[in-house]
């Protein structure tokens, strides 16, 4: 059996999988942390897939798709010296199967681009892709499969940190479901605030974009924190909250398949 080892490192968190052709066997979300060494990231990937009995050995390719630089070079020297291959960075130059219609499309971020080729391959186009990382992202693809660019808002969990440090009185709190819309404290209110303003904002956009490609887009959310944002929008239709880990397999696929 040949596994491949996929890996989304985003600015917040890292999340792995190990795919068994199409199929997702195992996944596992770690801390990003610049200052991690190769050396550090293959205990931690070995344990975890020691932990899934699965056996290392029969993991023979790597696609990684990162939006922290300094990170890359790193991963490619733990791929190097403990998987013996050459990993597959998502960048310029590799087969996508989309076209980017930015104005420099160097720009956009790998995890934007891996995202629009999943939610094309598997729903089809017009698209939006609403993504809850530590920025929420907006992506929309044209009925041809083209990437045309998007959005960017300060993340969930951004913003409740920001309103803790740059306030003097509001409280550092936990991301949870509020009760009502109209909170009776301070913490039930900043609760409310998160969730119902993030979920009006999401729908405003969608809205807005919907209004600017002409055609109604089907709307994919995934993330680390989807559930609970996305369950409450009106505008969202699916929630993949495994988009990106899919996305890096096809683009795996399409370059050495």
Same mark, same amino acid.
């Given at each position: 059996?040949?596994?491949?080892?996929?890996?989304?490192?985003? #600015?917040? #968190?890292?999340?792995?999988?190990?795919?068994?052709?199409?199929?997702?066997?195992?996944?596992?979300?770690?801390?990003?942390?610049?200052?991690?060494?190769?050396?550090? +990231?293959?205990?931690?990937?070995?344990?975890?897939? =020691?932990?899934?009995?699965?056996?290392? /050995?029969?993991?023979?390719?790597?696609?990684? *798709?990162?939006?922290?630089?300094?990170?890359? &070079?790193?991963?490619?020297?733990?791929?190097?010296? !403990?998987?013996?291959?050459?990993?597959?960075?998502?960048?310029?130059?590799?087969?996508?199967?989309?076209?980017?219609? +930015?104005?420099?499309?160097?720009?956009?971020?790998?995890?934007?681009?891996? $995202?629009?080729? *999943?939610? +094309?391959?598997? !729903?089809?186009?017009?698209?939006?892709?609403? /993504?809850?990382?530590?920025?929420? %992202?907006?992506?929309?693809?044209?009925? @041809?499969?083209? !990437?045309?660019?998007?959005?960017?808002?300060?993340?969930? =969990?951004?913003? =409740?940190?920001?309103?803790?440090?740059?306030? *003097? @009185?509001? &409280?550092?709190?936990?991301? *949870?479901?509020?009760? $009502?819309?109209?909170? @009776?404290?301070?913490?039930?209110?900043?609760?409310?605030? %998160?969730?119902?303003?993030?979920?009006?904002?999401? /729908?405003?956009?969608?809205?807005?974009?919907?209004?600017?490609?002409?055609?109604?887009?089907?709307?994919?959310?995934?993330?680390?924190?989807?559930?609970?944002?996305?369950?409450?929008?009106?505008?969202?239709?699916?929630?993949? &909250?495994?988009?990106?880990? /899919?996305?890096?397999?096809?683009?795996?696929?399409? #370059?050495?398949?």
């Amino acid at each position: 059996m040949s596994v491949l080892l996929a890996i989304d490192v985003g #600015n917040s #968190n890292n999340v792995i999988g190990l795919f068994s052709g199409d199929k997702l066997l195992t996944h596992w979300r770690i801390r990003t942390e610049w200052t991690r060494t190769s050396d550090e +990231y293959w205990v931690l990937i070995k344990e975890f897939i =020691l932990l899934n009995d699965v056996d290392v /050995d029969i993991i023979d390719d790597i696609i990684i *798709a990162c939006v922290v630089p300094p990170l890359i &070079p790193i991963l490619k020297d733990m791929s190097r010296k !403990y998987f013996s291959c050459d990993p597959l960075i998502v960048g310029p130059g590799i087969k996508t199967g989309i076209s980017i219609l +930015y104005k420099n499309p160097a720009e956009v971020g790998a995890d934007r681009i891996v $995202n629009s080729v *999943a939610a +094309y391959e598997k !729903y089809g186009g017009p698209l939006i892709i609403v /993504d809850f990382g530590t920025a929420t %992202t907006f992506d929309a693809v044209s009925k @041809k499969g083209e !990437y045309l660019g998007g959005a960017i808002f300060p993340g969930v =969990l951004l913003s =409740l940190e920001a309103l803790f440090k740059n306030t *003097a @009185k509001l &409280p550092r709190v936990e991301m *949870a479901e509020p009760e $009502n819309v109209i909170g @009776k404290s301070t913490i039930e209110s900043i609760h409310s605030g %998160t969730i119902y303003g993030f979920v009006s904002m999401i /729908d405003g956009m969608v809205l807005k974009m919907q209004e600017e490609l002409q055609e109604k887009a089907h709307v994919i959310a995934t993330g680390g924190i989807v559930d609970l944002i996305a369950s409450k929008s009106k505008s969202i239709d699916t929630i993949d &909250p495994f988009l990106t880990l /899919d996305g890096l397999r096809i683009i795996h696929q399409r #370059n050495y398949g």
